[in-house]
């Protein structure tokens, strides 16, 4: 495995742990998926500048637009539920009270 290859998939999986493990906040639940989302984006950019694929090279635009609208939700959410709730702790949301 060369130093790139163990870069980009140790940067998915830290995370994707930091998501599974310290779920306390929203904002950190966020900003892990957005950082798994960003390892991903530059993993398949740097993927089709090594093998030359042209008909391919909108992916990564397409990933980063998906990124950024996820994000963009996300944020939202937290408002949302900052307002509604009053915190953004996980284990006090419940779906049924709302």
């Known amino acids: 495995m060369t130093p790139v290859h163990f ?6 999986i830290l995370g994707l742990t930091g998501f599974t493990l310290h779920r306390f906040h929203l904002l950190s639940a966020l900003l892990c998926l957005e ?11 740097i993927w089709l500048l090594q093998t030359n ?3 391919l090279s909108a992916t990564p635009m397409l990933l980063l637009a998906f ?32």
């Open 7 to 12: 870069t980009f998939s140790s940067t998915f």
């Open 53 to 55: 694929f042209t008909t």
């Open 67 to 98: 990124s950024a609208c996820e994000a963009s939700a996300g944020l939202a959410l937290l408002v949302a539920t900052a307002r509604t709730h009053g915190t953004n702790h996980l284990k006090n949301l419940n779906l049924l009270q709302c």
């Open 35 to 45: 950082g798994m989302m960003l390892s991903l984006f530059t993993a398949i950019s």
